[in-house]
Nanobody, 131 residues
Framework: QVQLVESGGGLVQDGGSLTLSCVAS???????????MAWFRQAPGKEREWVAA????????YYADSVKGRFTISRDNAKNTVYLQMNRLTPEDTAVYYC?????????????????????WGQGTQVTVSL
């Protein structure tokens, strides 16, 4: 089982920026580079939604329409870390942000439909955007 730990959340004003980090570890964790990684978020009273993903092989990035052009996902395989740079934040971005992954060499399509009962998830980090 892969362990994921997010950090970097906090309170930011409308239009501000934050960068989230997610560090992966685990005794069964073979090579971070073989894992497609994703960020999800869950706002109060809403279902968890997929935000962004980065492919394990090509490092191709994918984004939900709601964050495209504002958020950037990246990875540093040497540090077993995936990042989410968030710019031009709005109150609608307020949510708990989760890092997630699935089996090695999963496709982005497979990772983007993970549920809390499948895959590996971090504990989440709160992002609050105030007016």
């Amino acid at each position: 089982q892969v362990q994921l730990v997010e950090s970097g959340g906090g309170l930011v004003q409308d239009g501000g920026s934050l960068t989230l980090s997610c560090v992966a570890s685990g005794h069964t964790f073979s090579a971070f580079a073989s894992y497609t990684m994703a960020w999800f978020r869950q706002a109060p009273g809403k279902e968890r939604e997929w935000v962004a993903a980065i492919h394990w092989s090509f490092a191709q990035t994918y984004y939900a329409d709601s964050v495209k052009g504002r958020f950037t996902i990246s990875r540093d395989n040497a540090k077993n870390t995936v990042y989410l740079q968030m710019n031009r934040l709005t109150p609608e971005d307020t949510a708990v942000y989760y890092c997630a992954t699935g089996p090695p060499r999963s496709s982005v399509a497979q990772i983007s439909v993970l549920t809390p009962r499948s895959g590996s998830w971090g504990q989440g980090t709160q992002v609050t955007v105030s007016l």
